[in-house]
C-alpha cells in the first residue's frame, strides 16, 4: 500500500490563483519531499521538508508539514499555466530507506 | 545535480518479447537503484530495489523472473521484461541513490514501454 495519499486528485484553477496539495501518510518520516511529473516525463525534485520543521518556502512554493496529524500541504502561489503537472508527495520507508509516493495530484492550470 | 538516464526513452514491441532497459547514474555512483512503474494518471509504485553486485528485492506482486533486474556496476541498471505482455504497457521509471555525499534518489526520465 502506498504511504502517502494526497487529495484533491484532480485540481483546476485559473492563472493567477493559489493552488493547495495536500499529504498524509502513515508511519513516522524523517522527511517528506515533493515532486513534480509533466504528462509522460520524469520526476522533478521539488522541495524536501524535514521532520523537524514546520514549514519551508522556495520561490512561489510553501510547504507545511504537521507531524502530530501525519500530513503535508503543498501551497503554489500565483500559478502559471507552465505548473500544469501532477505532484506527488514521497517519504521514506523501509530498511531499504526507498521513496514511497502519493497518489499525487493533477493540477491544471488555465491561462 | 546527479543525472541518471534511461535507455531507450520509449519502446514498442510485439506480445512475447523481452525488452531491456538501461539506467544510468552519469556523474555519481549509485550503490542503489530503484526501478519503479507507473500506469496512466496513476502513482510511481516500487517493482524492485537493487544493489549492486546481489540479486534485487521485489515488492510483494511483483514476478522476478518477469522482470529481470540486473545491477552489475556501480552506474548501471537494467530491468528485462521477458515475454511482454500488452497488460505490462506502461512508464518505466528508474531511481539511483547516491550512496556519499547526497544519499539521495536521483530520478531518470522515464521509458514508454508499449506492447502490441
Known amino acids: 500500500s502506498q504511504q502517502g495519499e494526497e487529495d484533491p486528485q484532480a485540481l483546476s484553477i485559473q492563472e493567477g490563483e493559489n493552488a493547495t496539495m495536500n499529504c498524509s501518510y502513515k508511519?513516522?518520516?524523517?522527511?517528506l519531499q515533493w515532486y513534480r511529473q509533466n504528462s509522460g516525463r520524469g520526476l522533478v525534485h521539488l522541495i524536501l521538508i524535514r521532520s523537524n520543521e514546520r514549514e519551508k518556502h522556495s520561490g512561489r512554493l510553501r510547504v507545511t508539514l504537521d507531524t502530530s496529524k501525519k500530513s503535508s500541504s503543498l501551497l503554489i502561489t500565483a500559478s502559471r499555466a507552465a505548473d500544469t503537472a501532477s505532484y506527488f508527495c514521497a517519504t521514506r520507508r523501509g530498511a531499504g530507506n526507498m521513496l514511497t509516493f502519493g497518489g499525487g495530484t493533477r493540477l491544471m492550470v488555465k491561462p | 545535480g546527479a543525472v541518471v538516464s534511461q535507455h531507450p526513452s520509449w519502446v514498442i514491441c510485439k506480445s512475447g518479447t523481452s525488452v531491456k532497459i538501461e539506467c544510468r547514474s552519469l556523474?555519481?555512483?549509485?550503490?542503489?537503484m530503484f526501478w519503479y512503474r507507473q500506469f496512466p494518471k496513476q502513482s510511481l509504485m516500487l517493482m524492485a530495489t537493487s544493489n549492486e553486485g546481489s540479486k534485487a528485492t521485489y515488492e510483494q506482486g511483483v514476478e522476478k523472473d518477469k522482470f529481470l533486474i540486473n545491477h552489475a556496476s556501480l552506474t548501471l541498471s537494467t530491468l528485462t521484461v521477458t515475454s511482454a505482455h500488452p497488460e505490462d504497457s506502461s512508464f518505466y521509471i528508474c531511481s539511483a541513490r547516491d550512496g556519499g555525499t547526497y544519499n539521495e534518489q536521483f530520478f531518470g526520465p522515464g521509458t514508454r514501454l508499449t506492447v502490441l
Open positions: 556523474d555519481f555512483q549509485a550503490t542503489t
Open positions: 508511519t513516522s518520516i524523517n522527511n
